[in-house]
Structures are given as structure tokens and as C-alpha cells.
T-cell receptor
Framework: KAGVTQTPRYLIKTRGQQVTLSCSPI?????VSWYQQTPGQGLQFLFE???????NKGNFPGRFSGRQFSNSRSEMNVSTLELGDSALYLC?????????????FGPGTRLTVL | KNEVEQSPQNLTAQEGEFITINCSYS?????LHWLQQHPGGGIVSLFM?????KKHGRLIATINIQEKHSSLHITASHPRDSAVYIC??????????WGAGTKLIIKP
């Protein structure tokens, strides 16, 4: 089975721009979670989608949004980028129960905001 | 005080040594994850626990719900075990709270 894939792997943007990241889960997995990893804050939970619905949300501003499609693929969007948004964005898929299931992580998208 | 505390923060050991990494948490949880992150960012889920003990190869994870404590053990450690090991708990609000990680270096 193919693993979790994320595109793009690297991205450079400037302040004020917006960005969309994509995550394709393992086939059969219906839950997709997104995380932000920075050196200062470590790993932080952004949100989790299941069956095209946001099921859980972390403590991030509304500039961070996401969606999930009927094939379970998920996208994350960040609008009005700030320097502090530079981070590794990881997505993880699981069968159905999100953070109470074993999660399988993608390689991440490294976003640099200049 | 962080809700999830890992110790030690850094650990250097010789190949073959028995390794223990600890995780203490202060919130009620429904599950606890141990993950491994290699340089370059790739994260691999090692265990998901809600009680007792799990073993996979040379890795053993235990959890004591009453004491709010979990340990990850590595037997017969090898340089390829060098990585950051992260403990994360799922709290009652279904949020994943992450520990800061333990950086493990195994010297040949």
C-alpha cells in the first residue's frame, strides 16, 4: 500500500500570500489530521477531517483552514502568510478514529515565508 | 508546566545498551502515542496505547494510567535507533498534546 503523500515537499512564499498544501492519505483511511512543527513550539495539532467534515480543531487562527474531499484527500490553506508560519506541515492519516488510532505520517511540506 | 513532560531531553548511549525514555502527563487521556522522528522530518508511529504494554521487535512501550506515566524501552540499542522519540497524548477534548521529544544518539 502506498503511504501518505504530501505535495509540494518544499515551498517558498512571501508575507501576505496564501498557500495550499495537499495530503493524500493511505488508501482506505478516512481520517486526516494536520500538524505544524516549528523549532520553538514543537508539534502542534491544527485540525482533523473525517468524511469531508472537520471533526476537531486546534488553537490556530482562522487564517488556517482545510477541507477534505470525497476520496479522503485533504487540503490545508493558509491565508495572509506571516513570517511565523514558516514550519514543517505534516499530515497523518488513520482508519477512522483520528488521534485515538495509529496515525501514519506523510513526509511533510516545508514552508518558508520570506 | 507542560501537560506532557518527557525525560530525558537528550540521551547518548553505547550500542547494545538498554534505553528507557519516560513520558509523564497531567491530563486525562484516551490514548498515548509514541512516535519516532528521524533527521529530515519523517515521523513514524511506533505505538498507540490506552493500557498495559505493547512490544514490537526491540521496542517495548508501557503505560500506567493511574500514575499518568508511560515508558518506551529499546533493548539491544543500535545506531540506527538514533532519532527523536516523541510522546503524544489524546486528551478528553480529542486534542493531541505533544511532548518536546527525546533526542537519542546511539554510538557504535
Amino acid at each position: 500500500k502506498a503511504g501518505v503523500t504530501q505535495t509540494p515537499r518544499y515551498l517558498i512564499k512571501t508575507r501576505g500570500q496564501q498557500v495550499t498544501l495537499s495530503c493524500s492519505p493511505i488508501s482506505g483511511h478516512r481520517s486526516v489530521s494536520w500538524y505544524q512543527q516549528t523549532p520553538g513550539q514543537g508539534l502542534q495539532f491544527l485540525f482533523e477531517y473525517f468524511s469531508e467534515t472537520q471533526r476537531n480543531k486546534g488553537n490556530f487562527p482562522g487564517r488556517f483552514s482545510g477541507r477534505q474531499f470525497s476520496n479522503s484527500r485533504s487540503e490545508m490553506n493558509v491565508s495572509t502568510l506571516e513570517l511565523g508560519d514558516s514550519a514543517l506541515y505534516l499530515c497523518a492519516s488513520s482508519l477512522a478514529n483520528g488521534v485515538t488510532d495509529t496515525q501514519y505520517f506523510g513526509p511533510g511540506t516545508r514552508l518558508t515565508v520570506l | 508546566k507542560n501537560e506532557v513532560e518527557q525525560s530525558p531531553q537528550n540521551l547518548t548511549a553505547q550500542e547494545g545498551e538498554f534505553i528507557t525514555i519516560n513520558c509523564s502527563y497531567s491530563v486525562g487521556i484516551s490514548a498515548l502515542h509514541w512516535l519516532q522522528q528521524h533527521p529530515g522530518g519523517g515521523i513514524v508511529s511506533l505505538f498507540m496505547l490506552s493500557s498495559g504494554k505493547k512490544k514490537h521487535g526491540r521496542l517495548i512501550a508501557t503505560i500506567n494510567i493511574q500514575e499518568k506515566h508511560s515508558s518506551l524501552h529499546i533493548t539491544a540499542s543500535h545506531p540506527r535507533d538514533s532519532a527523536v522519540y516523541i510522546c503524544a497524548v489524546c486528551d478528553s477534548n480529542y486534542q493531541l498534546i505533544w511532548g518536546a521529544g527525546t533526542k537519542l544518539i546511539i554510538k557504535p
